[in-house]
């Protein structure tokens, strides 16, 4: 079956970068659209981006400007850069794949999710 791997998490001060990596393996459809999601401690998994089969992205209001969606078919693994990380962008990232065509952000829209990765940003 498909697998999502997502690596890359860590713990930061305000300010700094990090990059997270999702691998994909068992399948991979470069016709999907793909996305990161978090969830913080007591909140909703909430979207961050997305990008499309033609590399259209689109951001959550918190992250524009900071992160950067993409992916890279060959190697099936989609990327988010992070920069400027703050403390309200602690919380566990996960990646998500195959959404069935409607609103992006919406968790109940995907058929693929890995296991998540840490991302803790302190002040």
């Known amino acids: 079956g498909v697998q999502l791997a997502e690596s890359g998490g860590g713990s930061v001060q305000a300010g700094g970068s990090l990059r997270l990596s999702c691998a994909v393996s068992g399948y991979f459809a470069s016709t999907w659209c793909m996305s990161w999601f978090r969830q913080a401690p007591g909140k909703e998994r909430e979207g961050v981006a997305n990008i499309d089969q033609d590399d259209i992205t689109t951001y959550a209001d918190s992250v524009k400007g900071r992160f950067a969606i993409s992916q890279d078919n060959a190697e099936h693994t989609l990327y988010l850069q992070m920069n400027n990380l703050q403390p309200e962008d602690t919380a566990m990232y996960y990646c998500?794949?195959?959404?069935?065509?409607?609103?992006?952000?919406?968790?109940?829209?995907?058929?693929?999710w890995g296991q998540g990765t840490q991302v803790t940003v302190s002040s």
């Open positions: 998500a794949a195959d959404c069935t065509g409607g609103t992006w952000s919406d968790v109940f829209d995907y058929n693929f």
